[in-house]
């Protein structure tokens, strides 16, 4: 059970254009969603938490406006990388939980996005 | 969140049971120790948690001392695919709601 599904696992984009990242939960609520980003070699940061049907919260640096966040559904949140540029190219990973209730995150399998 | 220092890395052979320490000595009483790890190029992967009690699941045993300042995480019989880099996180009591504030980890390798 938990299953967290990330599509697509990797992209790559042209400079200038947007990405979407989708994630959702397969086998439960997701009333509140995670986004993080990985650079290489480094460990994981909190870009911004999601509630399903509010606005996202974004970590400080993390510029709203550039990485646009919708959980419209208790099931489905995406993650728009806007006007994206090669400093975007990074590994970004979804988390979602069933709230308070729940126990532990569980994670997506990533997408490993490339801005040329 | 009270932080957490683990070695950055760790060898052990494969068969053998592997022992992954993470100091928190800054834990306050409603903060739970969760263990997650990394694959290379995956998304992060739960293995467990505990709040002063030991526990045990199909994946691995958690040791937490009884002044709660450290613990140890324990995969009893290290495989090649359990090369990997381990998460000791310190998590509050709001559960779900928060989400998780990850260090560097430990790399875990598992030598043949």
């Known amino acids: 059970g938990a299953v967290v599904s990330q599509h697509p696992s990797w992209v790559i984009c042209k400079s200038g254009t947007s990405v979407k990242i989708e994630c959702r939960s397969l086998?439960?609520?997701?009333?509140?969603m995670f986004w993080y980003r990985q650079f290489p070699k480094q460990s994981l940061m909190l870009m911004a938490t999601s509630n399903e049907g509010s606005k996202a919260t974004y970590e400080q640096g993390v510029e709203k406006d550039k990485f646009l966040i919708n959980h419209a559904s208790l099931t489905l949140s995406t993650l728009t990388v806007t006007s994206a540029h090669p400093e975007d190219s990074s590994f970004y990973i979804c988390?979602?939980?069933?709230?308070?209730?729940?126990?532990?995150?569980?994670f997506g399998n990533g997408t490993r996005l490339t801005v040329t | 969140d009270a932080k957490t220092t683990q070695p950055p890395s760790m060898d052990c052979a494969e068969g053998r049971a592997a022992n992954l320490p993470c100091n928190h000595s800054?834990?306050?009483?409603?903060?739970?120790v969760y263990w997650y790890r990394q694959i290379h190029s995956q998304g992060p992967q739960y293995i467990i948690h505990?709040?002063?009690n030991n526990e045990t699941n199909e994946m691995a045993s958690l040791i937490i001392t009884e002044d709660r300042k450290s613990s140890t995480l324990i995969l009893p019989h290290a495989t090649l695919r359990d090369t990997a880099v381990y998460y000791c996180?310190?998590?509050?009591?709001?559960?779900?709601?928060?989400?998780?504030?990850f260090g560097k980890g430990t790399h875990l390798i598992i030598q043949p």
């Open positions: 996180i310190v998590r509050g009591s709001g559960g779900g709601a928060d989400g998780l504030t």
């Open positions: 800054t834990i306050s009483g409603n903060e739970y």
């Open positions: 505990g709040l002063k």
């Open positions: 988390s979602a939980t069933g709230g308070i209730a729940s126990v532990a995150l569980h």
């Open positions: 086998d439960f609520q997701a009333t509140t």
